[in-house]
């Protein structure tokens, strides 16, 4: 029995939800297409959709709403949260953003041009786009390990550094605007990068003269695994850790969506004066004046109460222990998932678990609706219909894994929960060869994932 790690928080607020029948639910996925994106919220039971904006706020955050300052210039909530932000992450220089890809938006317009490249370990997907966008080309460095599903490696997020200097030397200093890192890599799993790879990708890019930032939505639960995982950290605080990790770059993006606990906001910080000033230009054009950014007032204390206490140790040993807690259940039943578990979700391999549903029939996704007519359940695929390609003969190209991805909400689902979500993965597993696939009826030109209309394939 996988060891569970109790709430650390009693609820005082609650917000009912409904366990529906199985036909209620069967005529639901009906009419959304069988695609659970168009299903309303309303009608799941333990929405595992998203992490993004989806935290329960605490007593002090809710509190700290009713002190906004709403000043249009100077508020008082500014100076708060830009305490908040130098103590914590050493930085002087920020601007409040409406989201994290608002933040991308403004630092990409500002330095990538035609012809540049800007490497990562794995970029997200609004952070390619807006690389895209600005017509320059995003890369994915991140070390072969992250595809394995047999290593269990600490930290699988790390850059490989090979592949690094390789870029460097290919396109040319003068053209790779900046080094990025995705702390942890959604894309690939959760997976922490490690302090070692921060500091060698820190001496590759100074070395060349690149400013270095990070991806910065899950920077304590990044903290929290160097801690508990890397040799030489065991004695610090994830205070502690948070300041070292960001002593090596030179500003970030972050989505306050994730490990700020807030349900929206973001910013984008840097050191260079210049940078500053055309940044800080550019986001009074199209986010807001520099003091707020994209947010109201009391949005900025919400996110500086929250970035204190996403460091605290029960909450991050509760957050990461309930991800483990499930996803060792799910090993138990033989469901196998990417090890070892990151920081905010299981993933998983649903071609593993599905053997007998084809590529073009879409394994992943027929968990995801199977796991919505069992239990009322919403995961996401990330595999065939998000990724998958034709060549120019038009020949299917598939992706190399076919994900379920349950990402968990920040302090919004108890024990209890993860248990009902368990026992619905055993029904499934019991009758799993019962499960037919799907084939596309309607797919918008891209990102097909959102809008995508099924209908079930049959044998
Ligand atoms: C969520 C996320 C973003 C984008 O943030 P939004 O607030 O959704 O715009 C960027 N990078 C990573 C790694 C993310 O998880």
Known sequence: MPKYIVEPFRIKSVEPIKITTRKHREAILKDAHYNPFLVKSEDIFVDFLSDSGTAAMSQEQWAALQTGDEAYAGCRSFYELKKV????????????????????????????????????????????????????????????????????????????????????????????????????????????????????????????????????????????????????YSGKTVKEVVQEMFSYVDGFTMSAKKDGLVNIGGMLAVRDAKLFTEIKNLSIIIEGFPTYGGLAGRDLV????????????????????????????????????????????????????????????????????????????????????????KDKQGKDIWPKLDLVRLAFPRRVYTQSHLDYVADVFERIAKNKNKIKGYKIVYQAPSLRHFTIKLAPAGN
């Not at 002087?92 to 933040?103: D, S, V, W």
């Not at 990409?108 to 966008?133: Q, W, Y």
């Not at 990025?180 to 959604?186: E, G, V, Y």
Request: net charge neutral; proline share 4%.
């Open 85 to 232: 932000v130098k103590e914590l992450f050493g930085f002087e220089n920020f601007i409040p953003t409406h989201q994290g890809r608002a933040a991308e938006n403004i630092l990409f317009s500002t330095i990538v041009k035609e012809g540049c490249a800007v490497p990562s370990n794995m970029h997200f997907d609004t952070t390619e786009a807006n690389i895209l966008r600005n017509k320059g080309e995003p890369l994915n460095l991140v070390a072969d390990k992250a595809f394995d599903f047999n290593c269990k490696d600490s930290f699988k997020g790390d850059m490989d550094i090979k592949k690094l200097k390789k870029a460097i030397e290919e396109y040319g200093k003068e053209r790779i605007p900046v080094i990025m890192l995705t702390i942890t890599n959604n894309s690939g799993g959760g997976q922490p990068v490690s302090m070692e790879n921060i500091k060698e990708v820190s001496k590759v890019a100074h070395a060349a003269k690149i400013p270095f930032f990070f991806d910065a939505c899950r920077f304590a639960e990044n903290a929290y695994f160097i801690k508990q995982r890397e040799k030489g």
């Open 302 to 389: 919400a996110i500086a109460q929250g970035f204190k206490e996403v460091l605290d140790e029960s909450y991050l040993a509760y957050r990461t222990g309930q991800i483990k807690y499930l996803g060792e259940k799910l090993n138990d039943l033989g469901i196998q998932t990417i090890l070892p578990f990151g920081g905010h979700a299981v993933y998983i391999n649903a071609k593993h678990f599905l053997d007998h549903i084809p590529n073009e029939k879409f394994p992943a996704q027929s968990l995801v609706n199977e796991l919505y007519l069992e239990g009322g359940i919403r995961g996401v695929e990330i595999g065939n219909i998000m990724f998958g390609k």
